[in-house]
Nanobody, 121 residues
Framework: QVQLVESGGGSVQAGGSLRLSCAAS????MGWFRQAPGKEREGVAS???????IYADSVKGRFTISKDNAKHTLYLEMTSLKPEDTAVYYC???????????????????WGQGTQVTVSS
């Protein structure tokens, strides 16, 4: 059955780094979303099969999305973490060949269970 599995979350101090991984295969668009308690889920970054990437303004210059097709893995490298980055991070995928991707939930049909990232000040 189709599954997306995130890993790599944890607790770090402000200024620290973490790398999230998502085991996935067969997705033409992939992305990372996050949701803090009491807030709506928001798009963080996404990448298409041709390598096109997009980032939320709040993480530009600090986060990097990448994928390794041979390893069937999506990554999110997070640096210079801030307390406001604290959230549950979700891996998302879409199988449609010419998917748009972007940072909207509606463009992704498959989701992981989430991994907690906590950044303390």
């Amino acid at each position: 059955q189709v599954q997306l599995v995130e890993s790599g979350g944890g607790s770090v101090q402000a200024g620290g780094s973490l790398r999230l991984s998502c085991a996935a295969s067969g997705y033409n668009c992939m992305g990372w979303f996050r949701q803090a308690p009491g807030k709506e889920r928001e798009g963080v970054a996404s990448i298409k099969g041709d390598g096109w990437e997009i980032y939320a303004d709040s993480v530009k210059g600090r986060f990097t999305i990448s994928k390794d097709n041979a390893k069937h893995t999506l990554y999110l490298e997070m640096t210079s973490l801030k307390p406001e980055d604290t959230a549950v991070y979700y891996c998302a995928g879409e199988r449609v060949r010419y998917c748009y991707g972007g940072l909207r939930e509606i463009n992704f049909g498959f989701w992981g269970q989430g991994t907690q990232v906590t950044v303390s000040s």
